[in-house]
């Protein structure tokens, strides 16, 4: 959500300040597409361990370039950051909203209950 900005922000900086990967889904699923190999499914693991620069998940700090275009709105997050302690975030499931967490305990239980949001929506269809 756009009002979220600043507080993802927030999580790319103190992830870089303490020298832990960005770990940043987006990035590997560039990596994947520059190799011809996206399926749609960012689920799968082997986009995680790709070797590839722009992959955050294997490669710490930032990516060499751009892998889009950011707007107006994200560069203004970046300038203004919120002051977190938050390291994690994960999209909730039903609201396009995110669950920021502080540790990794926190963020598998917030992914956890991602995954089982997702199993439900799907069993509706």
Do not use: W
Not at 44 to 63: A, F, W
Not at 72 to 81: D, N, T
Not at 95 to 109: C, I, L, M, P, Y
Request: aromatic share 10%; hydrophobic share 30%; with cysteine.
């Amino acid at each position: 959500m756009p009002d979220e900005r600043p507080h993802m922000a927030s999580v790319f900086f103190n992830r870089l300040k303490r020298g832990i990967p960005l770990a940043s889904d987006p990035t590997f699923i560039y990596a994947a597409i520059l190799a011809g190999d996206y399926d749609g499914n960012p689920n799968q693991l082997r986009y995680r361990d790709r070797p590839s620069p722009y992959n955050t998940y294997v490669v710490s700090g930032l990516p060499p370039g751009p892998i889009a275009c950011p707007g107006r709105a994200s560069l203004e997050a970046v300038l203004h950051p919120d002051t977190t302690d938050d390291l994690y975030f994960v999209l909730n499931g039903t609201n396009g909203r995110h669950k920021f967490s502080r540790t990794a305990a926190e963020h598998d239980v917030a992914v956890e209950e991602y995954r089982r949001q997702q199993r439900e929506l799907r069993q509706k269809q």
